[in-house]
């Protein structure tokens, strides 16, 4: 089992900047991609931003350019850096990380921290 503890979430004016961290524990071995995905009211889970085992990174159109995900390995943690936050922004954003568990890789998800940006 993995557990992850997100935290930076919170109130922010539009064009601020927030820093989400997520720290894995558990079964950490083996973890190869870490991400975050967002949820607003209404809205379907989307993703923000991922990173693998290697540093590649991928973003979303709208958090591209804004958004900066990096990873600490020593620390099992990764973060995102936003920055230039719009309304939009607004959601609860989750930590996942996969990892491979034999020939299969299991996804696990955070509980969730809030992020709102005021206009």
């Known amino acids: 089992q993995v557990q992850l503890a997100e935290s930076g979430g919170g109130l922010v004016q539009a064009g601020g900047s927030l820093r989400l961290s997520c720290a894995a524990s558990g079964s950490i071995f083996s973890i190869n991609d870490m991400g975050w995905y967002r949820q607003a009211p209404g809205n379907e889970r989307e993703m923000v931003a991922a990173?693998?085992?290697?540093?590649?990174?991928t973003y979303a159109y709208s958090a591209k350019g804004r958004f900066t995900i990096s990873r600490d390995n020593a620390k099992n943690t990764v973060y995102l850096e936003m920055n230039s936050l719009k309304p939009e922004d607004t959601a609860v954003y989750y930590c996942t990380v996969n990892r491979r568990e034999g020939w299969s890789i299991r996804d696990y998800w955070g509980q969730g921290t809030q992020v709102t940006v005021s206009s």
């Open positions: 990173i693998t085992s290697g540093g590649s990174t």
